[in-house]
């Protein structure tokens, strides 16, 4: 095809596009000029059928117009059933709220059939031609008022319901099972957990730039804490004696990322005014004070029964908490067995090298619960996150570390795990917990990675050769036999790592 037809085909294709604007609500005062300029800074998706737009919880300031088809607006109620809200037809927005506030997304926005969107970034507006950001406000008032009013009506009791609300299983929230009528008074059945619905596969069209999710990655977001590791640290302070109880409460903190990346950006704050920075959780008590430590760590487990990582996929929360900590054991050992020196707490660095999962989980929610599946797609997790989501977790984790305010090697963990050879300073710790990595995948003990490394992987790792050449003294080490003879040690100690710390 020439370029003369090419160039026509786009033609057609625009204009297409143009006229079926026009015959949405929302378009009716814009002319033809003011849809190509709305076209050329907005994205055009498809939503297949049953995927979500929006999901509860997330935060994004996306703001989306329904261009063609239908989709459900859907809230979990107490009882933990899906309600459906509304639905919403072409010509309607999604997420208008955003536009104005950073304020997490109250409701699930699901396609309830084959559906088209344009995607419109807040940033995006407010660079555009003053004259479309005049129109474009104007109306997105109007909706907001017209919602407010109808939100007001039904409030008063004016406005009656047609029909019940239908009920919906969704991910966030599965569906209670009926009881059939009895004339005995029906006994309550067991508690049980009910596995939610896998969300679809994300679509690779769906990714974000790496700048973009730069911007959505925010610290203060972060709020998921191992439940087991919570449950311990509730059960040390109603038992009291806190002075005697600081180095058990530095060891619980320290099996947790969050709780111990919080516990470090508090004792790094300005209000410490530190001339070096905190870099270990028992330091960070010391500076900070026992009881305000306590205070702290209370308010931080209350929020995190808020929310459910991985959109409630416990198997895939728990094996991100397993790997965290078998990973901080076995760094520590090995700095142990190689007997290193190092300035900062390679356990720590361990238990945080994936910490960037936490944050990427929720930008793009439907991602990691798609590895309670058997999936081809995921035989590397950080290609596939940058496939799917625009970053892996190596980078994340280091934008949410800077946010956290950790001091620098821990950074350069987080960033180079998986290609340690690219670290040009700290890289005994970025070695040590790289090779930590790797013992624990072929314990099995992996997050995301479900073939084992080969034996000799290990051996060959580029880890092995900086630590030769970091340390001169072990070039004469027999590497094979050190590493098997790891590998004995390390089998022994593995069942009494995580201990009860795996809920």
Request: charged share 25%.
């Amino acid at each position: 095809m020439g370029e003369g037809q090419k160039g026509r085909g786009r033609e057609v294709d625009l204009d297409q596009r143009i006229g079926f604007l026009r015959q949405l609500r929302f378009f009716a005062d814009f002319d033809d000029h003011e849809l190509e300029q709305f076209l050329a800074v907005s994205k055009w998706l498809r939503v297949p059928k049953g995927a979500f737009v929006v999901r509860e919880g997330t935060t994004e300031r996306a703001f989306y117009i329904l261009v063609k088809g239908e989709a459900q607006v859907v809230k979990a109620g107490k009882g933990k059933k899906s309600v459906v809200l509304t639905t919403l037809v072409a010509g309607e927005c999604i997420g208008e709220m955003a536009m104005v506030t950073e304020l997490k997304r109250t409701a699930d926005v699901i396609a309830s059939q084959d559906t088209f969107v344009l995607r419109m970034e807040p940033e995006v507006v407010s660079t555009a031609n003053v004259f479309l950001q005049l129109k474009f406000y104007k109306r997105f008032s109007e909706i907001l008022v017209s919602r407010l009013d109808q939100a007001n009506r039904r409030m008063a009791g004016e406005e009656a319901v047609a029909r019940p609300p239908e009920r919906l299983a969704v991910s966030a929230a599965p569906a209670a099972t009926p009881v059939a009528a009895s004339s005995k008074p029906a006994e309550a059945p067991p508690k049980k957990m009910t596995r939610p619905v896998l969300p679809p596969m994300p679509s690779p069209e769906l990714r974000l730039n790496p700048s973009k999710i730069l911007l959505l990655i925010k610290a203060e977001q972060i709020r998921c804490i191992n439940p087991a590791v919570a449950r311990e640290i509730k059960r040390l302070l109603r038992g009291g004696g806190d002075t005697d109880n600081t180095p058990i409460f530095a060891d619980l903190i320290g099996l947790d990322p969050v709780l111990a990346c919080k516990v470090i950006q508090a004792a790094n704050s300005p209000l410490y005014r530190r001339a070096t920075p905190v870099s270990s959780v028992p330091h960070a008590m010391v500076i900070i004070g026992m009881r305000n430590i306590r205070t702290e760590v209370e308010r931080f487990i209350a929020a995190s029964r808020e929310v459910s990582p991985f959109s409630g996929y416990d198997e895939v929360a728990r094996a991100f908490w397993r790997h965290s900590i078998v990973v901080a054991k076995i760094a520590d050992l090995l700095k142990e067995a190689l007997r290193f020196d190092l300035a900062i707490d390679i356990s720590l660095a361990g238990l945080l090298h994936d910490v960037g999962v936490l944050a990427l989980d929720l930008v793009m929610p439907d991602f990691y619960p798609q590895l309670a599946e058997p999936n081809a797609s995921f035989a590397e997790l950080d290609r596939a996150e940058k496939e799917y989501i625009g970053v892996g977790h190596d980078k994340a984790g280091a934008w949410l570390g800077e946010q956290f305010g950790l001091p620098q090697p821990y950074l350069d963990v987080m960033y180079y795990h998986h290609a340690p050879q690219r670290a040009t300073v700290h890289r005994l710790p970025v070695a040590l917990v790289a090779l930590a990595d790797l013992f624990a995948r072929e314990c099995g003990e992996a997050f995301g990675e479900p073939v084992k490394p080969m034996k000799d992987e290990v051996i060959r790792s580029a880890a092995w050769t900086m630590i030769t050449a970091e340390h001169a003294s072990f070039r004469a080490a027999d590497v094979p036999s050190f590493v098997g003879e790891f590998r004995w040690e390390l089998t022994k100690a593995l069942p009494t790592m995580v201990g009860d710390f795996a809920p």
